[in-house]
């Protein structure tokens, strides 16, 4: 299991929080999502065997904020 934290632009109301975590949170091997609305960021837990890291900043970047 391996944990990330990004830096993420773009996120200011509690609807960024739930399109950001539903999204992240519907990848196959994605365990956790946590959004930090006020810091910027995004934790997310997953599994490198079953989601990388760039599909992560790639579902994010699709919901329309900008991974840093």
């Known amino acids: 299991m391996e944990q990330i934290t990004l830096n993420v632009n773009g996120m200011s109301c509690g609807h960024c929080?739930?399109?950001?975590?539903?999204?992240?949170?519907?990848?196959?091997?994605?365990?956790?999502?946590?959004?930090h609305?006020?810091?910027?960021?995004?934790?997310?837990?997953f599994d490198a065997q079953h989601v990388s890291v760039e599909k992560i900043k790639e579902t994010i970047d699709?919901?329309?904020y900008d991974v840093v």
Request: charged share 30%; net charge negative.
């Open 17 to 35: 929080v739930k399109a950001v975590e539903g999204s992240v949170g519907q990848l196959e091997g994605v365990h956790a999502v946590k959004v």
């Open 37 to 45: 609305l006020e810091d910027h960021k995004v934790e997310v837990e």
């Open 62 to 64: 699709e919901q329309g």
